[in-house]
């Protein structure tokens, strides 16, 4: 499925006075621009035109692949947080065009994440640009455009650092030069004031006729390594952003935070509970814990997703926390617990009783199977690293929470710090617990937390 970046942005000279917008449309995985539009709409508001802007920009992107995951990216903090559902929507200006926007697209498909402004200029640069054909009783054209010009040469001007081997600043550099042209800059541009302007009355949006998906980005070299891509795609295209998600260096990682599941009735009775078992749901203290774990991501306010393993502990867990953030939740089975076979709702001391050989070998061995032909941690450990890899790329960038189970969120954790598997049986996990894994641009991960309980307390 391809992935679309949509920068959107709109000024008014005046507040209300005239105002434009200005929208591009980008492929996350090369940075190539994909169309822009931009128009001149009369006398409006700021917040008017940016919706008008962010209007544009997802029928931009409807147009060129209507299946195709959407990620919004606006310096207008209203427009963001009203179209994640986190901020009612009072204005009576602004009720039908975020109506008008939401329907645009499945709501799945689309995710907004805010920006500082300086980091919105090629939007910013076209919703100006806009305003000055206004003033002189033009429509925007195309053609005539310079603000993907403007962005590039200002990137070309922007000094290479230096520094010594392994530092993360220079490296980064590194990768943006090797995509010259391949990714918008965020990078600012000759702008024009905002000052008084002439109006001119509502034109109908001009935009950018769509390049061929696949072609060679403008300016950049003819070919790239998938390396290069992976890259520049975390580098060169996301934002940093505040709390779990931050990283001043390599950008935006994607950022997993990964909550265990509250407890069920069999969690206090340390029970074998994996995804072949009964599938219990929460008891009353799991959705308790479910309930404060909302509360707590809710404070933090840095969540832009929910995924969460198809078993009903989980699902139930998830929708407490979607919830409360006004997010939908995606179902992953590869988030799902171990299957622990014969062995589902016994304790460890009968499981002993029962199968000691089997549970002998079960604890020496990671390629050891439970009784009755369960998964084994190492079978665990390869579907993680499958699912990891397809949720990294799913979501560059972004920080997402994983919704899901003791085995999982310990093997992450053992990936991510290349520890052993035997360390499987040395981690301590809470229900209801907060983990979280940072993944960089470079192949690199970080652990930025491991069974944070302090929300239960």
Partial sequence: MREFIVEADGGSRGNPGPAGYGSVVIDAATGETLAEAAEYIGVATNNVAEYRGLIAGLKAARDLDPSALIRVRMDSKLVVEQ??????????????????????????????????????????????????????????????????????????????????????????????????????????????????????????P?????????????????????????????????????????????????????????????????????????????????????????????????????????????????????????????????????????????????VRDRYPDDLNAWLASPEAEPTGGGESFEATAGRMAITRDKLIAAYAGRTVLLVTHVTPIKTLVRLAIGAPPESLFRMELSAASFSAVAYYADGNASLRLFNDTSHLR
């Fill in 83 to 204: 179209m994640s559902g986190r901020w009612k929507i009072k204005h009576p200006d602004m009720k039908p065009l975020a109506a008008e926007a939401a329907r645009i697209l499945p709501p799945s498909q689309v995710t907004y994440e805010w920006i500082p402004r300086e980091q919105n200029k090629h939007a910013d640069r076209l919703a100006n640009e806009a305003m000055d054909a206004g003033k002189r009783g033009e429509q925007w054209s195309p053609s005539a455009s310079t603000a993907e010009l403007d962005a590039r040469a200002a990137r070309s001007a922007t000094p290479e650092p230096s520094g010594p081997p392994g530092d993360a600043t220079a490296g980064a550099a590194k990768v943006r030069a090797a995509m010259s042209g391949a990714v918008p800059s965020e990078a600012p541009g000759p702008e024009a004031p905002l000052q008084g302007r002439g109006e001119l009355r509502d034109q109908p």
């Fill in 206 to 350: 001009t935009t950018r006729t769509p390049k061929t998906p696949g072609s060679p980005p403008s300016g950049g070299t003819a070919a790239k390594t998938e390396a290069d891509v992976r890259a520049a795609r975390n580098v060169a295209t996301t934002t940093p952003s505040t709390g779990w998600g931050s990283t001043p260096d390599m950008g935006a990682p994607a950022t997993f935070v990964l909550l265990r599941h509250g407890e069920t009735p069999l969690t206090p009775q340390k029970r074998f509970s994996g995804s072949g078992g009964s599938d219990p749901s929460l008891s009353d203290v799991g959705r308790d814990q479910a309930e404060r774990a909302a509360t707590a991501l809710a404070a933090r306010g840095t969540i832009q997703a929910i995924v969460a393993s198809p078993l009903t502990r989980t699902r139930q867990t998830a929708a407490a926390v979607a919830a409360r953030l006004g997010l939908d939740v995606t179902i992953e089975d590869g988030l799902r617990e171990t299957d622990f076979g014969a062995w589902e709702g016994l304790t460890f001391a009968e």
